[in-house]
């Protein structure tokens, strides 16, 4: 994980290599099917340039946050507006997924950017603590068919 002060604020940088298919790792974050092996309990997806994702925590959406889709690429590339701290601000999360020949797919997660204060930098440093257990879990899901939610919830 990098946390890295850029010109237009603080950026968080997440990548992982994952044993399976740059397809199916794509899926996982750009389908309803895909978003319930690792992350959420239940999901909508308008999978396009301004669309949306509504997002369950729960298995009959009583929970629920819809996120933008800011940008989106089929070649394997999805930037999503997620809510941070207290007022539901966004801040877009990019996540790039390519092929690796021998190895599967390589994910880059990139959040930001937060804004360069004491309060922004606090929520950057969460939201970076728990994007990395969500990267491992979605790992664990494609790789062992695990889902830590299940033995070790975060």
């Known amino acids: 994980m990098v946390v890295r002060k850029e010109n237009n604020g603080i950026w968080i940088t997440l990548k992982e290599t994952i044993a399976a298919h740059h397809d199916d790792v794509f899926a996982c974050l750009t389908t309803a099917d895909g978003l319930t092996r690792w992350l959420t309990l239940?999901?909508?997806?308008?999978?396009?340039?301004g669309g949306t994702m509504k997002l369950g925590w729960d298995s009959k959406f009583?929970?629920?946050?819809?996120v933008p889709i800011l940008d989106y690429d089929p070649g394997g590339k999805v930037t999503w507006g997620w809510p941070v701290g207290l007022d539901d601000e966004a801040v877009p999360i990019e996540w790039v997924v390519t092929p690796e020949s021998e190895e599967g797919a390589r994910v880059i997660h990139r959040h930001g950017p937060f804004?360069?204060?004491?309060?922004?930098?606090?929520?950057?440093?969460?939201?970076?603590?728990?994007?990395r257990w969500y990267m491992c879990n979605l790992r664990t899901v494609l790789e062992a068919k695990v889902d830590m939610r299940k033995e070790r919830p975060l």
Do not use: G, H, Q, Y
């Open 42 to 49: 239940a999901a909508e997806v308008d999978l396009r340039k």
């Open 115 to 131: 804004l360069d204060n004491s309060e922004m930098i606090l929520v950057a440093a969460n939201d970076a603590e728990s994007w």
């Open 62 to 66: 009583r929970r629920t946050f819809e």
